[in-house]
């Protein structure tokens, strides 16, 4: 490694990390997860997106930092087949088919969350689910019935805590001008934020329609974190919402690593449908210094853990090293 490179991923690494924008409240106690997908044959590839090119095939690690502890990029072995990892001020630590063009998933939810703070609506608006909100596209499961009644702040809360689809879809159906009016608005967001080759089609993800690049993500996911409720319900790991009924329903967290002590997470979304494969993105610490993580198409169940968990060690054990004693 030559010293100029080795200096950027020391000053990197060493960047001080910014305030939070908030400090989180105690999620309440829960015992299951919410929304399971059902099963699909077989596994189809996503129709691109008219806004982006075709998802690349091939592998490409960039080499404009170093990524790896033994000084080699291609070293770490990321398993996820698109990743980026960056610091906050935007420089790039690792980065695999950043401009690939795929399919989201529920990561989808986090410009859905967005879109509803940024037109102020009513958090305490009761809003009921609907036949509107079955998902029949992928057949997904929900346990919430048709009929129940929940405000709009605990469908956002559902929505992106435990990635709940009648949630999420309850959210851009009940939108002044209904959901073309709100998906509309999704694009307009991303526009604005500079997602160049994103698209989106409904509020769930639900969609394969639902396009991005890792590039774009990291730029939702820098967007996302500068709303303090969005810090919060993403990184809740349990939470137990009651029905018009009087019935408890229990929800956690999609993403485990919120439970896991030895991660300072700020900001998560996971993600998942056949086409997308198993996605994630975080804000999170890592040594203290805030990094944002986008990991896309990982196929195997725990791949994505596994990646993120890469990506954690070869960072602290990095800085570890150049630390001086």
Not at 106 to 124: E, F, G, H, W, Y
Not at 176 to 192: I, T, Y
Not at 302 to 314: E, H, P, Q, S, V
Request: glycine share 4%.
């Amino acid at each position: 490694m030559t010293v100029a490179i080795l200096a950027l991923l020391i000053s990197a690494l060493l960047v001080p990390p910014a305030e939070a924008a908030t400090t989180k409240r105690s999620a309440k106690p829960a015992a299951t997860k919410a929304n399971r997908t059902a099963k699909v044959t077989p596994r189809p590839r996503a129709r691109a997106a008219k806004v982006a090119p075709q998802r690349l095939r091939a592998t490409r690690v960039s080499r404009v930092a170093p990524a790896a502890i033994d000084e080699d990029p291609t070293h770490l072995e990321v398993k996820s087949s698109a990743a980026l990892v960056l610091d906050t001020d935007g420089r790039t630590l690792y980065a695999k088919n950043i401009e690939s063009v795929q399919p989201i998933a529920s990561i989808t939810k986090l410009m859905t969350a967005m879109v509803v703070l940024d037109a102020r609506l009513d958090l305490n608006e009761p809003i009921a689910i609907t036949e509107d909100d079955i998902d029949h596209l992928k057949h997904t499961r929900s346990r919430l019935k048709i009929g129940t009644v929940l405000t709009r702040d605990e469908l956002l809360r559902l929505a992106l805590m435990a990635s709940e689809n009648r949630a999420a879809s309850a959210l851009g159906r009940s939108f002044p001008g209904g959901l073309a009016a709100f998906v509309a608005a999704m694009n307009r967001k991303a526009a604005d934020i500079g997602m160049v080759r994103t698209r989106f089609v409904d509020s769930s993800g639900l969609s394969s329609d639902n396009v991005s690049t890792a590039q774009d993500l990291a730029r939702m996911v820098t967007s996302a974190y500068r709303y303090p409720i969005i810090q919060e319900y993403t990184t809740l790991t349990e939470h137990v919402v009651r029905t018009n009924e009087g019935r408890p329903l229990a929800f956690r967290n999609s993403n485990g690593l919120v439970k896991d002590s030895t991660w300072h997470i700020d900001v998560s979304k996971t993600g998942y449908i056949q086409e997308a494969g198993r996605c994630l993105v975080m804000q999170a610490r890592i040594a203290a210094k805030p990094v944002i993580i986008v990991l896309l198409d990982s196929w195997g169940k725990y791949t994505r853990i596994g990646d993120a968990n890469r990506i954690k060690r070869w960072m602290e054990s990095a800085l570890a090293q150049h630390t001086p004693g």
